[in-house]
Each structure stands twice: as structure tokens, then as C-alpha cells.
């Protein structure tokens, strides 16, 4: 399309004195061309010499991408030309093309200009162009090697303002009388931040003016400390530089725009920087860290590290250490720069200052725990552990090593640990003497016991726990705890991640714990210990500690003898309002109590659940969805269990039987879901499918038909059951081929076809149901009898059904009742591919209800084999990895007598779980009548 036509009035751009205005914040020069033109028609116009143009705003140009428009390059008096300003600190040229820019602007400044450039000295240029006549460059040259341009733009960076952002100043000259002839400009570049003084004096020979510049005096950014700068309502007071010199006041209108550009500079120099200064000492035993003192200078090394982490060299050792213990110099180690760091750690040192209370770390994220139900997992009475009897103190003395201090960390030639315990040198030698005297062995006092079960920021030695050293298991799991103490300290940051990430740290803790058990105490030591009166410079260690306290009693069953300490620790916190990680504390003591009676989570966790605890994000809302295709929303944690939720959904529900239901999971690879057991976590099925990208509904329902349900929630429950009982009866589940007589068909299955469109409660009409009544009736039995008789069925019962049931909540109760009265009612149905006894041939259907397990034909449902639970012995599900077929072999007979039927079938997890649940149910009615025999 044509372009837009140009705004109805030109751009008006004020003319200068000089042709050329450079607006330093956007490093873009605008050229007025045909300025004597514009004067002309200006003096024509408005009949006077010496008026001035009328001042207009620039024109706001429309940002990229967006609407633009094409100016003709009559109606605009002015050309953009783009100039390289200022090179960032530590810039480097490697782009030809930026080389190549940045050369000819150089060279169009020194020999394409009558005047000389305003940024250029008279030295500056003569020097310039002397070498340009010794290369043989000229404007446009092409000849020109790359070298040769990093050469000339390398000179050019040295001259005194020509790489700069420059900002007109006034000095103050204490109470002197202003030379217009001077002036005063403060200059930021690449090598720091200068004050020029340029003077323009009149050659009367010539006429003209000649300017002469020098320098006031310059300072890299290393030694200007800001907060011995002044900068207050446009002035700027710039303290001397030294003893010898005295200090400048100035004023600018762009006071703090020169204060920004000086601290941007600053801010990439310290970024960049290859000295430090360490605020602190450091001392560690690790040989990967290094250690050092307070107020010396480390040399930092271009190590890619991660957040929070430095690696350099001190006293020819080389090791990570904390960034929080030094403050980067900038520039050279020169006592300035270092007079100027130590003055910015004092700075921070008292801004972050603790509290008279403590250190108190700063969460990553609030923790939620309006999910958790507190008064389940608070302790109350008996059930809180005495602290004194229960503290990790008291364990430490009993299970930890003695003398920690005493061990060695061994490592191999590439730094991995080795796993061999040994003790120090001097140590070990005293341990020997002390042996041959028949003295005892080296022993920790309790000062050295607190110690073990408290912070530290160094990295242990041995494990904490006892293992047997002398065997390979024993070096095995001694290295296995180092490795685990240190992925403790890596997750709080208080170690060098060295290229994990949290969802590695956290895999690598949860997969030695279920691997070997023996490690599951000394994990939680390792937790406990740092979460103990920490006193990490990392603000969110603790609360990170914590977080990791969380996942990992959601996996970790600890043994039944640390049990007590780690839960009476968790109470300590749980149970104190003073405590700032009470949240976290009420969380894990909750998951501790799930992970003892169902033994842990057994698959790990993804990456959005770690973030998401991280956040301090503990619930996640769980879509369930209900027969009739209803959807209940319901939070769960990271110990929800299968049972959990139905207990849930059965309080909603006012139902007191939440044995009888469950959940079942669906997937495009199952036609009727699987149903999950009620020991299964949720979030355990729920990552194995999200893992494997497969689409899934959780699909709440009754499982066993055993006992006669009340419900607090009549309408709601009613309206559930129908809708579950409704598709089987339509997919002729719940009858007999073989007992389904025409006058049975003309009265029972008329009668509940009729209640099933009662129960819709959308019309009532006869002609209505007449029209869609094959919709209304089981598929298999429609062409059972003919139209007319089907006809003559429901108009013979309509009028009394319609008269009774007005109400489609009246019209489902009645239809579950006489759907209780059908022989398949209640009775969950299976596909068999094939069992071993004789008498069924071929494929077959096993219904597990009340009655017990009846084997069916698979088209006419007929009953061919039947038992009662009394007859079920035991159920066993195996497979053939050979053949990929799995099987069911259920032991049917009594104590006496007894033979194996072998079901083959994919459901056999459903099965085995479904007959157990009646035993079960059986079993529990037998002991309430005997209870109830004996009061």
C-alpha cells in the first residue's frame, strides 16, 4: 500500500549557532542542513533580521514496529547520523563491521571536517593525521588491514574526550566574576571521570576564535567513592583527589544524570573485577574451598562460577569461595580502589546488620499451609515427646563418631571423595601412644557435641553416624554421607553447586536414601544439623533447609529408633509461635506422620513440584471428577494418599463407609481406568503420567456394594449413584441374558427406562418419551419385542409412575431401588482372556459383588462358575516377561481341598484389590456382630 501522507506540519527543528547539537543520552547527532535557507525565509516572513525561529517540540517519532511514516527530505531540515560515543568498561572490538564503523568515523572526524572536531585537541589531530599520511589512509580507505583500524581506534580511546559523554558544568570560582570566555565540562568515559576547562581566545590577525583545552583533572572510576561525592539540587561538590589537591564544587542540571553514568560504570567494573577484598575470614577444611583472612586481597579468576560463588587464588592456593566475604575492587589493587572497598564493606556490614534478636533468614516464598490440617498434626497431650529425653544432643552421644575434628576427608587425584576414613597426623599418633598406655581413645566433650548438631559452615570430614570402616559397605556409605552433607550444604548455598541444579541435588539425596537405608538417619542429621541455630551469610539457607526438610519426609521413613528424636525436633518447631519456620515445622512433622504408616513416596519428584515447595507452595488443587461427569476441586499436598481423598470426599458427601469407594484413574489406554489403591500417593500417579505426556482424569466412585449407605446429603448422593448405575444398565451389565423374558422386559425394563427419563426432570410428557424411547433402553434388548408391545408396556405403566414420582430426585431413588432388585447389581465386572479350569472354554467375564465371584459368559453374561468369599483361599498376581501376559491365580476350595485357577488378565491389581476389600468388609461385619454378641 502507499505510504501515509506526512503530518500537515513540517518537523521544526530550533537552529544553533553551531551546525551540529548532540543530545549525549542518546549518542545521536542532529544536523540542521540549509540553515541559512531557514534564516532567510524566517527574516522574509516575519520582516525583522533578529527574530529568532519560533521554539517547537521535537517530534516524537513512532517506536519500532509499530506505525511510522516517510517524511520527504524537503519538509525535514535534518539528518540523523549515528556516532560511536563511549565504549563500555572492559569493551572488546571483534565485530569487523563495528571496527570498521568506528575507524571511519575517526578518520571522517580528523580529515573530513574544515574545523576541527570539537572532541579533537589541535595536538590530538595533528598527531592523528601525521600517521594517517604515514599509512596512506584517507576517507573511504579500503586498503586498510584490521590491525591497522584496532590501532587507530586503540589511539583514539587515549585522547582526552573524544570517547565520552560530556555534560556542561559551572565551577564554582568562590565569589569570582564568570569568564564567558570559559567553560567546564565534565567528561565520563571508558578510563574515568574528568573535569576539562576549554578557553576560546580571539586571534586578531585572523578573526577568528582559537580554542585551547586542557584538564582540570581526571580520576579512574576505582578511586571515586560517591558516597564522598555530593550530589544535591544540581551541584556536585568532588572532594580532592588527593592531600596536594583540593576539591571542585559544580553545577549542572544533569547532576544526576552524571551520578547515574558514574555508578553504571562502576556497577560493570565490579562485575568485571580480577581483585577483591576480603571483608571477613574464611577458614574451611575442604580442599575445593579457599580459606583466607579478613582484609587481604584475593585475586579472582575468569571461572565461570555459580550465583553466589567466586574462585580465585590467594597465597598461591586456589579454591571457591562465598561471595558474601569479599567486595569486588574495581580497576587495579591501588590503595585508593582498596581504601574504597574496604569503605563500601563497612557500608554493608552495617546495613545488613542483624536484629538484637538473631539472624533470621529470609524465606524464599510464604509458606501455605491453609491445606494442612493442623489440629491433625499438631501433638497434643501424651503424643509431644519430652525434649530433653529426645534431643538430638542425646542421639548424637550415643550414634554419632566421636571426635570429628580428628578425621580426614580423603579425596583422589580428580577431587571426588574417596570414602577412606583417616585420622589427621598428629591425632592419629596421640591415638596410637594413648592405645599402648591402655588409655581410652579420644572422646568429644559436650562442646564439641554441640557442635555436631549445629551449623557449620564447613564441610565434614566422616560421616556423622557409625558405619564399620573397615569393610568396603563401610567406606561405601562413609562416602555416600560426605557426598550427601555436601548436596545438604549445595541446596542451602552455602557450597558451590558446581553445575547441579536443585531438581539433581534433590534426586541424587532421595535415590541414596531408598537405595541404601542405612543413609536415611544421616540425611536427616545432615538437615537438622544445618537448620540448627544457623548462622549462614546466606539470607535464605535456612528457610531452604527447611524446604528440604519438607520433600524429604515426604520420602524418607527414618528408623524407628531416630524416629522420636527427629519428630520431637520437628515439634520443638512446630509447636512454638516464636518460631519463624513454625510454618515448615507443621508441614514436616505432617509428612512424617503419612510417610511412617504408608512408608514414603516412591517416585521423585518433578521440577515444578520442587519449585513449587521452594515458593513455599505446599497444596495443589486436584481436579476429581464424579459420576455424571461432575468436578470437585479438592487441595492436596505432597502426602495426599488415595485413601485420604476419599475419606475427604465421603465427610463432603456425609457418608460413613469410605471402604466402599475409590479412586480410578483414566488414560486413552484404559477403557475403565485403574483403580488406584488407597495406600497410593497422588501425586505418585500423577507425575508418572505427566512424565509420560498422557492425558488423565482421576474419577471418584463406589467400588463394593456391600452395606446400605446413609447419607447426611441425600439429593447430592442420590443423584451420584444414578448417574454411576445408569451407563451399566444401558450397557446391559446388571442382567442375565438368559432370565430376561418378554414379560419381564415388558415390566421391569420398561419401568426403569421410564425413571430414567423421570430422573432427567426435562419432560414428562408421554408423546415425548414415545419419540425417543430406543435412547431409554439397554442396546441389546430393543429389538426383544416389537414397537407396538413396547408401546403398549410403557403406556400401561406411565400414568401411575408419573403420579408418584413427580420429582427427578424421587424418580432416581426409586430407579436405584429397583436396579438393587437386577442379578448383576453391585457387581463389579473384568474381562478374562482365558482360565485354567476346564469347565469354562475360551474367554470368559469374573463378577466380584456381595454374592462372591461368579465366572460369566462374555455375551450373555449366564453364570457358569460360582464362589463364595468363604471359598477364596488366597489371590496372587504374577507375569511372564517372556510373553508379556499377566495373570491371576485365585486359591478356591477350603483348608481341606484347594485348586488353583488361573486367570489370565490385565486387571488383576483391580481384582485382587476389589475380592480383599470384601474379605475385608466381611471380616469387620463378623468381629462387630460378635462385639455387639458379647456387650
Not at 608 to 625: F, R
Not at 693 to 717: D, G, I, Q
Request: hydrophobic content about 35%.
Amino acid at each position: 500500500p502507499p505510504p501515509p501522507p506526512p503530518p500537515s506540519a513540517p518537523i521544526q527543528i530550533r537552529p544553533k549557532k553551531e551546525n551540529a547539537a548532540l543530545r549525549p543520552e542518546s549518542g545521536i547527532m542532529l544536523t540542521t542542513k540549509d540553515t541559512k535557507s531557514h534564516t532567510k525565509d524566517n527574516k522574509s516572513k516575519n520582516n525583522t533580521a533578529d527574530r529568532s525561529p519560533v521554539r517547537k517540540p521535537l517530534t516524537q517519532f513512532p517506536a519500532i514496529g509499530g506505525e511510522a511514516f516517510s517524511y520527504e527530505p524537503k519538509l525535514v531540515p535534518f539528518v540523523l547520523m549515528l556516532r560511536k560515543e563511549m565504549f563500555a568498561p572492559n569493551e572488546k572490538l571483534e565485530n569487523p563491521l563495528v571496527i570498521d564503523l568506528i575507524f571511519q568515523q575517526i578518520v571522517s572526524d580528523v580529515l573530513g571536517r574544515k574545523i576541527r572536531h570539537p572532541r579533537v585537541t589541535e595536538k590530538e589531530n595533528s598527531v592523528m593525521r601525521t600517521l594517517f599520511e604515514s599509512k596512506g589512509i584517507i576517507i573511504g580507505s579500503k586498503s586498510t588491514t584490521t590491525n591497522e583500524k584496532i590501532e587507530i581506534v586503540e589511539r583514539a580511546k587515549g585522547w582526552t574526550s573524544y570517547f565520552t559523554r560530556s555534560y556542561a558544568v559551572r565551577v564554582d570560582l568562590k565569589n569570582k566574576e564568570a569568564d564567558p570566555n570559559v567553560r567546564h565540562i565534565v567528561s565520563i568515559g571508558h578510563s574515568g571521570v574528568g573535569l576539562t576547562k576549554k578557553v576560546r581566545t580571539l586571534v586578531t590577525q585572523t578573526g577568528k576564535w582559537k580554542f585551547d583545552t586542557s584538564i582540570v583533572f581526571k580520576v579512574p572510576f576505582s578511586e571515586v567513592n560517591l558516597e564522598k561525592w555530593k550530589f544535591a539540587n544540581n551541584r556536585i561538590d568532588i572532594p580532592p583527589a588527593d592531600k596536594k589537591s583540593a576539591g571542585y564544587t559544580v553545577f549542572s542540571r544533569s547532576a544526576t544524570h552524571i551520578k547515574m553514568a558514574i555508578e553504571g560504570y562502576q556497577m560493570v567494573l565490579e562485575r568485571d573485577a580480577r581483585y577483591a577484598l576480603t571483608s571477613k575470614g574464611y577458614n574451611v577444611r575442604d580442599a575445593t574451598l579457599l580459606s583466607f583472612p579478613a582484609g587481604v586481597v584475593v585475586a579472582l579468576a575468569d571461572k565461570n562460577t555459580e550465583k553466589g560463588w567466586l574462585y580465585g587464588t590467594y597465597d598461591g592456593r586456589t579454591g571457591s569461595f562465598p561471595s558474601d566475604y569479599v567486595v569486588r575492587i574495581m580497576g587495579e589493587p591501588t590503595a585508593n580502589a582498596i581504601e574504597n572497598a574496604r569503605s563500601a564493606s563497612t557500608r554493608d556490614h552495617v546495613s545488613a546488620s542483624p536484629t538484637p534478636q538473631g539472624i533470621r533468614s529470609d524465606s524464599p516464598g510464604p509458606a501455605d499451609v491453609k491445606g494442612v490440617p493442623v489440629n491433625d498434626v499438631l501433638p497434643t497431650g501424651d503424643d509431644i515427646l519430652p525434649r530433653n529425653k529426645y534431643s538430638m544432643m542425646q542421639f548424637a552421644k550415643e550414634r554419632f563418631r566421636s571426635g570429628q575434628d580428628s578425621y580426614e576427608m580423603r579425596r583422589s587425584a580428580n577431587g571426588s571423595i574417596r570414602g577412606t576414613v583417616a585420622l589427621r597426623g598428629s591425632i592419629a599418633e596421640k591415638k596410637e601412644k594413648a592405645g599402648k598406655k591402655g588409655k581410652k581413645g579420644l572422646d568429644w566433650s559436650w562442646s564439641e557435641l554441640a557442635n555436631l548438631v549445629k551449623f557449620s559452615r564447613d564441610v565434614m570430614q566422616v560421616s556423622l553416624l557409625k558405619f564399620d570402616d573397615g569393610s568396603e559397605e563401610g567406606k561405601l556409605l562413609n562416602k555416600l554421607a560426605l557426598e550427601c552433607y555436601q548436596d545438604t550444604m549445595r541446596f542451602m548455598g552455602d557450597y558451590p553447586a558446581k553445575g547441579k541444579t536443585e531438581i539433581d541435588i534433590v534426586h541424587k539425596l532421595l535415590l541414596s536414601g531408598i537405595k541404601y537405608t542405612e543413609l536415611k538417619d544421616e540425611i536427616y542429621c545432615h538437615i537438622v544439623k544445618q537448620t540448627t541455630n544457623n548462622r549462614s551469610d546466606r539470607a535464605e539457607s535456612c528457610a531452604r533447609g527447611w524446604r528440604l526438610m519438607v520433600i524429604v519426609t515426604a520420602f524418607h521413613r527414618p528408623s524407628d529408633y531416630f524416629e522420636k528424636f527427629l519428630r520431637a525436633y520437628l515439634q520443638g518447631t512446630a509447636l512454638d509461635n516464636k518460631r519463624e519456620f513454625q510454618d515448615q515445622g507443621i508441614i514436616a512433622l505432617r509428612n512424617l506422620k503419612q510417610t511412617m504408616k504408608l512408608a514414603g513416596r516412591r517416585m521423585l519428584p518433578d521440577v515444578h513440584e520442587i519449585s513449587a515447595i521452594l515458593a513455599g507452595k505446599y497444596t495443589k488443587i486436584q481436579k476429581l471428577y464424579l459420576p455424571g461427569e461432575r468436578t470437585k476441586s479438592i487441595k492436596i499436598s505432597a502426602v495426599t494418599s488415595v485413601g485420604d481423598v476419599v475419606r475427604q470426599l465421603c465427610t463432603r458427601l456425609g457418608v460413613d463407609t469410605p471402604g466402599e469407594y475409590g479412586v480410578y484413574v483414566l488414560t486413552v489406554h484404559s477403557e475403565f481406568g485403574t483403580l488406584l489403591q488407597a495406600k497410593d500417593y497422588i501425586l505418585d500417579t500423577t507425575t508418572i503420567l505427566e512424565k509420560r505426556k498422557m492425558p488423565y482424569k482421576l474419577h471418584f466412585r463406589k467400588v463394593l456394594w456391600f452395606s446400605n449407605t446413609v447419607s447426611s446429603n441425600v439429593t447430592f448422593y442420590t443423584s451420584m449413584m444414578f448417574d454411576q448405575v445408569w451407563p451399566d444398565f444401558m450397557a446391559a451389565r446388571l442382567l442375565i441374558a438368559a432370565d430376561t423374558s418378554k414379560e419381564y422386559l415388558s415390566t421391569t425394563i420398561v419401568r426403569l427406562a421410564i425413571l430414567g427419563f423421570f430422573a432427567e426432570g426435562t419432560n414428562r410428557e408421554l408423546d415425548a418419551f414415545l419419540r425417543v424411547m430406543p435412547d431409554y433402553l439397554p442396546a441389546v434388548h430393543r429389538s426383544a419385542l416389537p414397537v407396538d408391545e413396547w408401546k403398549t408396556a410403557v403406556e400401561g405403566q406411565w400414568p401411575a409412575l408419573a403420579e408418584v414420582y413427580a420429582s427427578p430426585i424421587e424418580a432416581q431413588r426409586e430407579f436405584l431401588v429397583e436396579a438393587s432388585k437386577l442379578p448383576l447389581f453391585g457387581a463389579r465386572i473384568f474381562a478374562l482372556d482365558s482360565i485354567s479350569d476346564k469347565r469354562v472354554r475360551g474367554p470368559c467375564s469374573i463378577a466380584i459383588s456381595r454374592d462372591g465371584l461368579a465366572f460369566l459368559h462374555p455375551v450373555t453374561n449366564a453364570k457358569l462358575l460360582s464362589y463364595s468369599f468363604n471359598e477364596v483361599v488366597s489371590t496372587r498376581r504374577l507375569g511372564s516377561r517372556a510373553s508379556g501376559k499377566h495373570y491371576v491365580d485365585l486359591k478356591l476350595g477350603n483348608l481341606m481341598v484347594q485348586r488353583v485357577t488361573r486367570c489370565e488378565t490385565r486387571q488383576g491389581t483391580e481384582i485382587t484389590a476389589i475380592i480383599s476389600s470384601y474379605v475385608a468388609a466381611f471380616v469387620e461385619q463378623s468381629h462387630q456382630r460378635n462385639t455387639a454378641t458379647i456387650y
